[in-house]
């Protein structure tokens, strides 16, 4: 059928692609180069090589797209190779749409390309869950798989966390990234708005702290087009929920800022803010995105400022890449490679914290709590 052939012929190219590399070197000499394949597969790798040999933790990664296609669990572990040591893993809880009467046969893969809505799919955490559980003990290690398929103004969200968790336990170890106000993306979900000030978005991240999931949360700081000097529109309400719920793990994705949302000067503000206030201790910021970056890097003024902030907490700050379903490890490492002037300006100590140890610290405890919770929701189950 017409409508389906550009789909299938995208999928067939990925199949055979994915077979030549899988099978082409074994058809060359068989046994020896089995072996050599065994030796080089990523837990190996991960196994015979110390955690400082690789360039970074990943603490933001998109396992599947805005149409809920992406890697295979398996092919990604090749494409973080021996660069990425552990990777938080999600989807993206928003379907876009594809609507006959809006786009006809052009099938829309990315939220900007279709005036047609995006809904919630609760069905990746299913998704992420099953790719998670497909690997071996020792790859799963490198994994920290995050729930996402809920919808932020619904009471029912949090119970939606819970389901999840009993269906699959001894899996997750967050919710997010989830978006409250996101430019171009917010007014296009079917129904309610999100809100900072939702009721439903307070019950879910108590929740999510009960457990001890870490919450990895995605709000633009202003709004596109914002007027020259006004305050950021969101920057108070984003403080008083952070304030809300001082015990929470919270990574505040991409630093609040977007693709025309600039880091303006009161961006830097509001972080130093968040960062001495000491209610505010368990907020942590990712630098992901090549939107992040690029702002970063444009200039050696904004480089050294943003070094200088980091060198100054080098805690609070992780590296992500914020990559969707990248198909090579070249276009895996972008945003990485992307950073190199940053990296360059951080001290060493600074760097390996942003890199991988804070990475470690925050998802090794969200990891211990969240089993020690499934484990004690397990015995008072069966215990009646
Ligand atoms: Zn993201």
């Known amino acids: 059928m017409k409508t389906f052939s550009r789909k299938d012929a995208k999928a067939q190219s990925r ?171 917010s007014a296009k979900i079917a129904g309610e708005v999100g809100s900072l000030q939702d009721k439903a978005l307070d019950r879910l991240i108590d929740f999510a702290t009960e457990v001890g999931l870490v919450v990895l949360i995605h709000n633009d700081v202003d709004v596109p087009f914002a007027k020259p000097g006004a305050e950021p529109a969101y920057a108070a309400q984003m403080m008083a929920l952070l304030k809300r719920h001082p015990d929470t793990t919270f990574i505040w994705a991409h630093i609040g800022v977007g693709r025309i949302i600039r880091p303006v000067k009161e961006q830097a503000a509001i972080v130093e803010t968040i960062i001495k206030d000491p209610q505010l201790r368990n907020v942590h910021f990712d630098i992901s995105w090549d939107e992040v970056a690029k702002y970063i890097v444009a200039t050696p003024e904004a480089t050294k400022n943003a070094a200088a902030l980091v060198n100054r907490y080098p805690e609070r700050f992780l590296f992500g890449t914020d990559e969707v379903a990248p198909a090579t490890q070249e276009k895996y490492l972008t945003v990485y490679n992307q950073y190199e002037p940053f990296w360059k300006l951080l001290t060493p100590a600074a760097s390996e914290k942003v890199r991988k140890q804070n990475y470690e610290r925050i998802f090794n405890e969200a990891r211990r709590k969240v089993r020690a919770w499934e484990a004690s929701r397990l015995k008072s189950n069966s215990g009646g």
Request: glycine content about 6%.
């Open 15 to 185: 199949t055979s692609e994915r077979d030549r590399l899988f099978f082409a070197p074994l058809r060359l000499c068989g046994k020896t180069v089995l072996a050599i394949i065994i030796a080089l597969s990523p837990s190996a790798t991960l196994a015979q090589t110390p955690s400082s040999s690789y360039l970074f933790n990943d603490s933001h990664f998109h396992l599947t797209n805005y149409i809920q296609e992406g890697s295979d669990i398996h092919d990604f572990l090749k494409i973080m190779g021996n660069k990425a040591g552990r990777v938080a893993l999600f989807g993206i809880p928003l379907q876009q749409q594809w609507s006959y009467r809006i786009d006809e046969d052009r099938a829309p893969t990315y939220y900007l390309n279709s005036d047609a809505p995006l809904y919630y799919y609760s069905f990746t955490d299913a998704w992420i869950a099953t790719s998670y559980k497909s690997l071996s003990k020792e790859d799963q290690a490198r994994f920290d798989p995050m729930i996402t398929g809920f919808n932020p103004t619904d009471m029912y969200a949090a119970d939606h966390i819970r389901r999840v968790l009993t269906a699959f336990p001894g899996v997750f170890s967050g919710i997010g990234e989830f978006s409250i106000h996101k430019e171009f993306v």
